[in-house]
C-alpha cells in the first residue's frame, strides 16, 4: 500500500475538468485517500480512483421508457413465452447394410 500523504499529488478524475487531472490530496481516511483537489480548476471533491461518475439517468426519459414498455407488452407478464415443443426429427438410424 503506498504510503499516502496530505498535498501528495496524485490522478483523479475531475469531474469539473471531465478527465484525469493531477490532484493535491487535502484530505485522508485510514490511510487512504478521501478528498482531493483538481489542481487545475482548483474544485474538491472525493477521491474516485480515477473513475468517471455513472451517467446520470434522466427521471423523464426513464418514465417515457417504461411506457414503451408497456404498450409493447400489455400483459405486463413479463415472464418468459412458453416454448411450444417442436417435433424432434425422426432419428433415422444409420443401419449398415450387411449383405448376408
Ligand atoms: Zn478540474
Known amino acids: 500500500m503506498p504510503d499516502y500523504r496530505l498535498g501528495d499529488v496524485i490522478d483523479d478524475f475531475c469531474v469539473k475538468c471531465k478527465r484525469i487531472m493531477n490532484h493535491n490530496l487535502v484530505s485522508l481516511v485510514n490511510g487512504e485517500p478521501a478528498k482531493v483537489r483538481c489542481r487545475t480548476c482548483h474544485s474538491d ?3 474516485r480512483r480515477e473513475q468517471p461518475p455513472p451517467p446520470k439517468i434522466d427521471a423523464k426519459k426513464q418514465a417515457l421508457y417504461d411506457e414503451v414498455l408497456k404498450k409493447v407488452n400489455p400483459d405486463g ?3 418468459p413465452a412458453p416454448e411450444p415443443e417442436a417435433p ?13
Open 45 to 47: 471533491h472525493d477521491y
Open 77 to 79: 407478464s413479463g415472464g
Open 88 to 100: 424432434k426429427p425422426p432419428a433415422k438410424g444409420k443401419s449398415k447394410k450387411t449383405s448376408t
